[in-house]
């Protein structure tokens, strides 16, 4: 089954290595990405575009990822999977705290572990594929 080349993912980190290395694992199965640096941008881009899939650091200058969060419910982009991805050590009750968002269905610590990344992303684009069925590129 190939990825529909129409999905897109926006990739929101301040660290543009990440932001890069995201971008690629994600093009490399065939979807579209768009990324942004700042909360500001992550705002502008997610409402503009309204991707399939939002992949987003907690830690961001201008508007941190939690207050996106926030913002996000209730709007269009509350429907959006969001993909937390966090250098910062969260224990167990702020690792709770964030998957009780309605949208976040992954949360991800740095570094992120590519085959982790990978069946994430499988799960929530390609749900059809079975858990653990990674597609041999």
Partial sequence: ???????????????????????????KEGYGVETAGDGDEAQRKALALKPDLIVLDLMLPRHGGFELLRQWQGTELSRVPIVVVTGRYTDQST?????????????????????????ALQRILRPSLAAGDVPEN
Avoid at 4 to 18: G, N, Q
Avoid at 96 to 112: F, G, S, Y
């Fill in 1 to 27: 089954m190939a990825p529909e080349p129409s999905r897109l993912v926006l990739v929101v980190d301040d660290d543009e290595e990440i932001r890069n290395l995201l971008s690629f694992l994600i093009k």
């Fill in 95 to 119: 690792a709770d705290m964030i998957r009780q968002e309605a949208n976040v269905v992954e949360l991800l610590e740095k570094p992120v572990k590519t085959k982790r990344f990978l069946l």
